[in-house]
C-alpha cells in the first residue's frame, strides 16, 4: 500500500515559514490506524511550534501598513500587552481537539475583528447597560439589515509571538458528557483527563484598530474607552472565567510621519504626550508650528495636527471658543494652501 509522503521522507521541521500552515496541515502524529493523535501525539505536535513564531520584517511591515491606514481614515491604533496566557481560537477544529487562530498569510495567532466587536458590545450592554439605540447605532442591530458606526479591525502582534503549552484536566468528564446517575455524577471517583492546547504566552503585543464610519469620532472615542476596560477585566479569547485572555493597555500609536515626529520632539520635557497638548496647550501648539520655516514639514505637521484634532472630533466642535479662535487660523493656513 503506498505510503503518505511524510512517511517516505526524512521527519520534516518548521522552523520557519508560516507556522499556522504547519500547524493546521502538516500533522503527521497519527497512530496506524489514522483515528486518533493519542495524549502524546497531541503534546508532541503542540511541541513543535511552542516557540517564537512569525517574520519580524513582515510583522513590522504589517504595523506600519496598518497604522496608516488607520490615521488616514481617521480612526484610532493602540497597543495592548497579554498580561495572561492568551487562547485564540480553541474551538476550531484540529486534530489535537483544541484549535487555535492563525493568520492565514502572516503565520501567527490573532483575534478577528468581529471578536473584537463581540467582546465591546457585550461589554457595553451587559456591564455598562447601555440603551438598546446607543448599541444599535454604534454595533448595528441583531442580525441582518446595517452596520454599526465603528470599524473593529483585527488585532495582530507587532513582532515574532512566544507561545506556549498549556493543560486543562477536567475531572468531570462524565457529568459535562450528560451521562445519567450515579456514572453522570460530578464526583471524586472520576479521574481528571488531561488535555494539552496551545496558548500565546504573557507578555505579548497586539495592535488593535478602529475607525469610524461617516464622522463618527465620537462613537469612536467611545469604543475606545469600552475596549480598553473590557480586555482588562473580562478579556479575550477562551477560558476567560479563569483568568486567561487579559490585556494591559501600553499606549496609542501613531505613524512615524514627519508631522508625528516633530510633534514628539515638540512635548519631550514637558511631561506631556501629543494628545494632551491639543486640549491644554493649543495656542502654544499652534505658535510654535506657525515658526516654522521649511515649507514641506510645516504643510506636513499640519495635517497631522489636523488630523489629531479631528479624531477627538474638536476639529469642526471646539471645546472652547479660544481653541475655536485657534482653529480657526489653522483653517485660514489650510485655504490659502489651497488657493495656492
Not at 41 to 51: F, N, S
Not at 144 to 170: H, N, Q, W, Y
Request: net charge neutral.
Amino acid at each position: 500500500m503506498p505510503l503518505p509522503l511524510y512517511r517516505t521522507i526524512s521527519e520534516p521541521k518548521c522552523v520557519e515559514g508560516n507556522a499556522g500552515l504547519w500547524y493546521d496541515k502538516f500533522c503527521d502524529m497519527w497512530n496506524d490506524d489514522f483515528n486518533s493523535l493519542g495524549d502524546n501525539g497531541k503534546k508532541e505536535w503542540i511541541r513543535t511550534v511552542v516557540r517564537n513564531v512569525g517574520d519580524e520584517a513582515l510583522l513590522r511591515e504589517i504595523k506600519e501598513r496598518v497604522i496608516s491606514l488607520i490615521s488616514k481614515s481617521c480612526g484610532k491604533a493602540m497597543l495592548f500587552r497579554t498580561t495572561a496566557p492568551f487562547v485564540t481560537g480553541l474551538g476550531r477544529s484540529h486534530p489535537v481537539e483544541n484549535g487555535f487562530a492563525w493568520h492565514h498569510t502572516l503565520g501567527v495567532p490573532y483575534l478577528p475583528g468581529s471578536s473584537v466587536k463581540g467582546i465591546v458590545r457585550a461589554w457595553a450592554r451587559l456591564w455598562r447597560n447601555l440603551d438598546n439605540g446607543e448599541i444599535c447605532r454604534i454595533f448595528g442591530p441583531d442580525g441582518a439589515g446595517s452596520v454599526g458606526s465603528v470599524i473593529f479591525l483585527d488585532a495582530l502582534p507587532v513582532r515574532p509571538v512566544e507561545l506556549k503549552a498549556e493543560i486543562m484536566t477536567p475531572h468531570y468528564g462524565p457529568y459535562y458528557r450528560g451521562d445519567k446517575p450515579p456514572e453522570g455524577w460530578p464526583a471524586d471517583w472520576h479521574s481528571p483527563v488531561p488535555i494539552p492546547f496551545l496558548a500565546v504566552a504573557e507578555g505579548q503585543e497586539f495592535l488593535f484598530g478602529v475607525i469610524p464610519r461617516k464622522e463618527a469620532t465620537q462613537d469612536c472615542e467611545k469604543v475606545i474607552g469600552w475596549l480598553k476596560e473590557a480586555l482588562q477585566e473580562i478579556g479575550a479569547g477562551a477560558k476567560t472565567a479563569v483568568g486567561y485572555g487579559r490585556f494591559a493597555f501600553i499606549e496609542e500609536v501613531a505613524p512615524a510621519t514627519p508631522g508625528r515626529e516633530w510633534l514628539e520632539k515638540l512635548v519631550e520635557g514637558m511631561g506631556k504626550s501629543v494628545e494632551e497638548i491639543f486640549k491644554t496647550d493649543h495656542k502654544m501648539l499652534f505658535d510654535s508650528w506657525n515658526k516654522i520655516e521649511n515649507a514641506e514639514l510645516k504643510r506636513a505637521v499640519f495635517q497631522e495636527i489636523k488630523r489629531t484634532y479631528q479624531t477627538k472630533g474638536w476639529w469642526d466642535n471646539p471645546l472652547t471658543n479660544n481653541m475655536k479662535k485657534t482653529l480657526s487660523k489653522y483653517k485660514e493656513y489650510e485655504t490659502k494652501e489651497i488657493e495656492g
